[in-house]
């Protein structure tokens, strides 16, 4: 079954609720740069929802509901997909990346959403990490030169 075939809750469209918290500190954190006269948010995630066995709905609709709480705040939204342990690369296929594709469908048309970098497909698993989790400096470089890549195909 393909994730656009799934039906989306009515209450995506709503502001989300952010019981954790994430949400709001992130845009409390932008609201701070008030010489910005745009604000942006980059959705790269994955990793963890690979190693938690998120389901493509949860997935799809965890994105969808992120995404509307910072248009609903201002934001343009990039939707993208972060690099992944090679262990993890079913999750990718089966729900990472339809997941992501469902939630660009979704708000295909709204100029504030775009495909933002989908690191994993430009640069695998062949990062070096920092540590356990997260990138080293030249691999954030790599993934820079990525997002920027997916921004102006993106136009912005």
Request: glycine share 8%.
């Amino acid at each position: 079954r393909r994730s656009s075939d799934l039906p989306l809750p009515a209450d995506l469209a709503t502001d989300p609720p952010d019981t954790g918290g994430l949400l709001a500190a992130n845009d409390t954190n932008m609201s701070a740069y008030n010489s910005a006269w745009e604000k942006w948010i980059f959705i790269s995630i994955g990793q963890s929802d690979a190693i938690a066995g998120t389901t493509l709905v949860n997935w799809r609709d965890s994105i969808i509901c992120a995404t509307n709480y910072y248009l609903n705040r201002g934001y343009k939204v990039a939707i993208g997909f972060t690099c992944i342990y090679p262990t993890e690369e079913a999750w990718y296929i089966s729900t990472g990346v339809p997941g992501v594709q469902a939630a660009l469908t979704h708000f295909s048309g709204n100029s504030n959403v775009i495909a933002g970098a989908d690191l994993y497909t430009s640069l695998g698993n062949t990062v070096t990490l920092s540590d356990t989790l997260h990138m080293d400096t030249p691999s954030l470089n790599l993934a820079a030169d990525v997002w920027y890549t997916a921004l102006v195909a993106g136009g912005w």
